[in-house]
C-alpha cells in the first residue's frame, strides 16, 4: 500500500466513527423513548436497560454505517480541500483513480462486514432480546401481566387478577382454581391482595373452599399466605425470530417455502432490501470522495448539509419504493433498487465531472 493510501485511511477513520455514532446516536434515543414506560414504571433494571440496548444495537449499524461512512468521507476529504492537501496530491501526480483506490477497498470491506451482521449477528441480538424479555418477565411477572388478566396456562392453577397497582405492584381481587385429577371440582382460593417473589404469586388473607362430587362444599377454611408458583407460565414462552427484519437471508428463503404466493411478497421486499442497502455504501464511498474533493474552498457546513440530503432522499425514495412495492403497484426489483441505480448515475456523472 502507497504512503498516500495508508495517510488517506488514517484520516478518515475518526471521521467515519463520529459518522456512525451521530446517526446510531439519533437512533438509539428513538429506541430509548419507546421504553421510557419499562424503565419508569416497570422497574426494569438498568443493566437489562443497557443490555438490551446493546442486542439493539447490530440492526442499527447495518443501516447507521453507510451513511456515517458517507458523512466522514465528505468531511475528510473536505478537509483536503480546505488545507489545498487535494491540490498537493494533484500536483504530485496523483490521480483519480490513485486517490479513490483506498476509498473503494474499505467500502468493500464495509460492505462485506454489514452482510456479516445481517445474516449472522442481527438474527442471535434478536433471539438474545427476546430470551432476554423472556428472563425479566419470568423474574417480574407482573411485568408481563395487565388488569382484568385471566391465566390458565399455569400448572394446575388457572388464575383471574382482577386490578394490579404499578406503584406497588400488588395484585387485586384475586381468584385461584387449584385442579386436582382425583377430584371433580377445584379448589377455590379467594384472596383481596397478591404479590410476587421469585418467580411465584403470593396471596395473603386467602379463603379456600372445596367441593365433593355433587358440587357440594366440603370444607372451608383460611391462609395466612398461600404460594402458586408462575413458572410454567413462563417457561412456554417461545423464544423464536417472528420479525423479517431480524432473519437472514437463508431463514427467509426457508420460511418462504411454508407460504402462498402473496405471503412471500414482504419477504422478497426484505430480501432485495438486505442486499442492496449494503451495497449502497460503495457508491456512497466514492460520491464522498468526488462532492468534497476540488480545487476550491468549502466548510463543514456544506458537508454536512449535502451529506443530509442525499441521505435523506435515499431514505424517502428505498421506503416509497419499498411500500409500492408492498402493495403489488410496481416490481419489487424496480422499487428497491432504484435509488441504488440513481447513486450510481449520480457517482457515474460525478466521477466524468471530476476527471476532466
Known sequence: MKIIHKYIIEEIKMPIIFGISIFTFVFIIEIIVTMMESIIVKGISLIDIIRMLSFYLPPILSQTI???????????????????????????????????????????????????????????????????????????????????????????????????????????????????????????????????????????????????????????????????????????????????EAMSINMMLDEMKKLNKKEKIPYKVEIQRKLALPLSTIMLGILGVLLSIGHHRSWKGTSYSLCLGIIFAYIVILNMGMVLASREKIPIFLGIWTPNVILLILTFYMYKYRNR
Open 66 to 244: 453507510p451513511m456515517g461512512m458517507f458523512l466522514g468521507i465528505m468531511l475528510t476529504f473536505s478537509k483536503f480541500t480546505r488545507t489545498s492537501e487535494s491540490t498537493a496530491m494533484y500536483a504530485s501526480g496523483l490521480d483519480l483513480k490513485t486517490i479513490l483506490k483506498p476509498i473503494v477497498c474499505l467500502s468493500v470491506v464495509v460492505t462485506l462486514f454489514i452482510f456479516f451482521l445481517q445474516e449472522s449477528i442481527i438474527p442471535r441480538s434478536f433471539s438474545k432480546l427476546q430470551y432476554l424479555t423472556t428472563k425479566i418477565a419470568y423474574e417480574n411477572p407482573v411485568f408481563n401481566l395487565k388488569d382484568k388478566t385471566f391465566i390458565d396456562e399455569v400448572d394446575k392453577y388457572n388464575l383471574y387478577i382482577d386490578r394490579i397497582d404499578k406503584k406497588t405492584n400488588i395484585a387485586g381481587g384475586v381468584l385461584v382454581f387449584q385442579n386436582d385429577e382425583k377430584a371433580k371440582y377445584p379448589t377455590v382460593l379467594i384472596g383481596n391482595e397478591a404479590y410476587w417473589k421469585e418467580s411465584s404469586m403470593i396471596i395473603t388473607n386467602s379463603i379456600f373452599y372445596t367441593y365433593d362430587e355433587t358440587g357440594k362444599e366440603t370444607l372451608r377454611g383460611d391462609f395466612d399466605n398461600k404460594k402458586i408458583p408462575l413458572t410454567a407460565y413462563f417457561d412456554d414462552i417461545d423464544i423464536k425470530i417472528k420479525d423479517i
